[in-house]
């Protein structure tokens, strides 16, 4: 199935690099419990041919790995990873219901036998901890014992497999995981348990742990149980994406009727019928008379929305309506849901710097833990050699760090879901680090301060004319065209229902001047520059510096529509937002002058600079970089791909440019200006989250490692601390997924 060419399109992406064939794939790995998982597959991949990179998520599980299809298969790849233990799947089918409950159902079984026997064993303890030496016969005490070790059995050979199993991996390729403390933990405290079971009187002593083995295994498996919630919640945003379209669709043959098929098999300009509550399978042309469309993951609008015949839905979205006719323009990678999912794996699949150096820190760590162990049972058996191997025990439990290797991951994977829920994609984790520490933001203006379409702003007419006659003429004029100052005016005259459209006859568009028309009784008007309508007046004349269109008729002048780019509703806001939050505003436009100080002025921004070229605002970027300035750029254009690129962190909108979008770090889906203000307070509130979580485990380690030297902590106890720090590293980054508000009112300034 993953040599299928039909199949790879959804997972792997084909490019040509200097004239070689290369391919880029996105995998899930299933089996990973933690980070030197991660590096067990990217070994086992690295070094073989035709495998130019592969780097795996820990925390999210997934696979990017890039290789050369002439060299070597996906099948064979996933071979290799087989061999080490580990399952090759494509996402779809590895985040599918089925997958999800089989692995959610295994873990319950091995907390449900893990729990079940720690309370029997403990059951059988407690007599020995409130009685007092000698008050139990020998035979009935030895007869617990054996009942305790009975009831260990299930949890050391089924319960604990996977520590076993994770551990036996990282040994086969001489390296050390997390799992490695923990299972030599078990495994020796069950071996000195039984050994002092089978003969009281050896040299293990006469001491057993069942109770400390059975709850710390027990409390272990719930945290990892845990984790596993927390960890679906964390990439759910992506998760939702991914298994957002339909498997299957109806599919309308040549004779009418309909046949459900895959939707891997739809070619362009098929047509297809969708039900409701399914989603869009393409991007495509509603053929019905309208549907109801819900695009909120898509766009980050809550609303649903009405598309009418002829006009575009989006792969992904929901139809809510009934069912609906839909013709297939875009299929798998070249639509827009696919291209939202490609930006959201390249995060997912990113590790940020602080977790790299949190991994970098865990490896040499476990060898102390190891060493440290060992220590601890050599020093307490010259004590006490009852009590060597619950202290050895206790250390390895204690000190395995996957609250550290938790930290970063947990809290930035958890913004960057809220986040996309909310229509913001993130494109790098590491992004929130920088932009948490920027204290300014550069707009573009054209597109993203305001709308890429003009707007109507003030008619000017003669004598005897009403300023709605004259709008609708130009209207009627204006319908023929696509010019953006046609439709600035046929927009403005929607409003005018009531009023009766003048009936024109050969309308007639003159390339690059106006439109010409012939009213009822034969005189000519023209709709379009001054010198196209033969007018050189002071009536014609614009008084401001606007843009500008004019009316005639044979008489002359008959009116001056004066025109404005369109601020958006929150561009105000948003900036008076940026301002009360310590951070500076310029607005880089490559306009004129007075339009781009019209807009600054109106929007607020601290420095206007306009006339600028491209190669101009990347002088203009690096200047402010220069002068210590950490800058967030805003833009949507073509030429703001190179400044996008060059600022410390960027924002495209979701219409922008592809380029743009590819050089940005965050994508707005719904076009907000507003959302920079919300992505830079989850960003500030991300990187404190991060602290916190990175200060916790070294606090927690500072705390209990030299207790567990001491003797004062139990395995039991150990065990518990250890779960107990990741749960609170995960359930401290979760905070994070409640701080993006899901309407747009509020974010506005002065909202908590």
Sequence with gaps: MLDDPVEQREFTEFSDVDGRNTAESVLMVQGMYCAACADTVETALQHLPGVERAHVHAATRRLTLRWDPEKTTMSSLARAVGDTGYRLLPMQQALSISERLRETRQALWRLFVAGFCAMQVMMYAWPAYVTEPGEIPADIDQLLRWASWVLSLPVVFFASGPFFSSAWRDLKHGRIGMDTPVSIGILVTFLASSAATFDP??????????????????????????????????????????????????????????????????????????????????????????????????????????????????????????????????????????????????????????????????????????????FAGWYWWQIDHSKALAVAVAVLIVTCPC??????????????????????????????????????????????????RLL?????????????????????????????????????????????????????????????????????????????????????????????????????????????????????????????????????????????????????????IAGASPEQKLAEVTALQAQGIQLAMVGDGLNDGPVLARANTSFALGHAAPLAQAQSDYVIQGGQVMDVVLTLKQARSTLRIVRENLMWAALYNLVCVPLALLGFMPPWLAGLGMAGSSLLVIGNALRLASKVPSRLSDTAPGSP
Aim: proline share 3%.
């Design 456 to 608: 109507l702003a003030h008619v000017r007419t003669r004598a005897g004319v009403s300023q709605d006659e004259a709008l609708l003429l130009a209207a009627a004029m204006a319908a023929g065209s696509l010019h953006p100052v046609s439709r600035a005016i046929a927009l403005a005259a929607g409003g005018l229902e009531n009023l009766q459209t003048p009936a024109l006859t050969d309308l007639a568009e003159v390339a690059g001047q106006g439109m010409q028309a012939l009213r009822p009784n034969g005189t000519r008007v023209r709709l379009g520059s001054s010198a196209f309508c033969g007018l050189d007046g002071a009536d014609a004349r614009d008084v401001s510096d606007a843009p500008r269109v004019c009316l005639s008729d044979e008489q002359g002048w008959l009116a001056t529509f004066e025109l404005q780019e369109g601020l958006r509703d929150d561009a105000q806001a948003a900036v008076s937002a940026l301002r009360a939050m310590g951070v500076r505003t310029w607005l880089l436009s490559g306009d004129r002058e007075a339009a781009a100080q019209q807009v600054g002025q109106a929007v607020g921004v601290d420095h206007v």
């Design 201 to 374: 009187t050896g040299p293990w002593g006469y001491e057993v742990w069942y109770d400390s083995l059975t709850m710390f295994v027990f409390f272990l498996l719930g945290g990892r149980y845990l984790e596993l919630k927390a960890r679906d919640r964390t990439a759910g945003a992506l998760d939702s994406l991914m298994n957002r379209l339909p498997e299957v669709c109806d599919l309308q043959k040549s004779d009418g009727r309909f046949e459900s098929v895959s939707i891997r098999r739809l070619a362009l300009g098929d047509v297809v019928r969708v039900q409701a509550g399914q989603a869009f399978p393409g991007d495509g042309a509603v053929l019905s008379e309208s549907a109801t469309v819900d695009e909120a993951l898509l766009t980050g609008e809550s609303r649903p929305v009405t598309r009418h015949q002829g006009e575009g839905v989006v792969a992904g979205s929901f139809n809510l309506g009934g069912p609906v006719l839909l013709r297939v323009d875009k299929l798998g990678r070249d639509t827009r849901f696919a291209q939202i999912v490609s930006l959201m794996e390249k995060a997912s699949t990113e590790k940020p710097r602080l977790a790299i150096l949190a991994d970098r820190i865990a490896a040499p760590f476990l060898v102390a833990v190891l060493v440290a162990a060992a």
């Design 403 to 452: 609250a550290l290797s938790l930290a970063t991951p947990a809290a930035m994977l958890t913004s960057a879901g809220a986040l996309a829920r909310r229509g913001i994609l993130v494109r790098r984790l590491q992004a929130f680090e920088s932009l948490a520490n920027i204290n300014a933001v550069v707009f573009d203006k054209t597109g993203t301060l305001t709308h890429d």
